[in-house]
């Protein structure tokens, strides 16, 4: 069983940015893909950027240049840098980890983007 727990979310101005974190239970990294989606209010959740345990990361072509996924092997944490925010980027944002069919999700962290 793996536990995914997200913070760092909140209200931002746009053009602003947040990093959110991801906090795994244990070391998942070089035996799951992890992953951040999103889901806006009256959308469904989309893939904003994953990464595979040997560290190659795909992104949603829209969200390029914007935004970055990292983690921290050590902190067993998965980040997502977010710059130049938009309103539309405005969501709850969820930590992903998959392996061999199965999924794990975290509970969400909202992200406001409003002035």
């Known amino acids: 069983q793996v536990q995914l727990v997200e913070s760092g979310g909140g209200l931002v101005q746009p053009g602003g940015s947040l990093r959110l974190s991801c906090a795994a239970s244990g070391s998942i990294f070089s035996r799951y893909i992890v992953a951040w989606y999103r889901q806006a209010p009256g959308n469904q959740r989309e893939l904003v950027a994953e990464m595979t345990p040997g560290g190659t990361t795909n992104y949603v072509e829209s969200l390029k240049g914007r935004f970055t996924v990292s983690r921290d092997n050590a902190k067993n944490t998965l980040y997502l840098q977010m710059n130049s925010l938009k309103p539309e980027d405005t969501g709850v944002y969820y930590c992903?980890?998959?392996?061999?069919?199965?999924?794990?999700w975290g509970q969400g962290t909202q992200v406001t983007v409003s002035s």
């Open positions: 992903n980890a998959k392996r061999s069919g199965v999924y794990y």
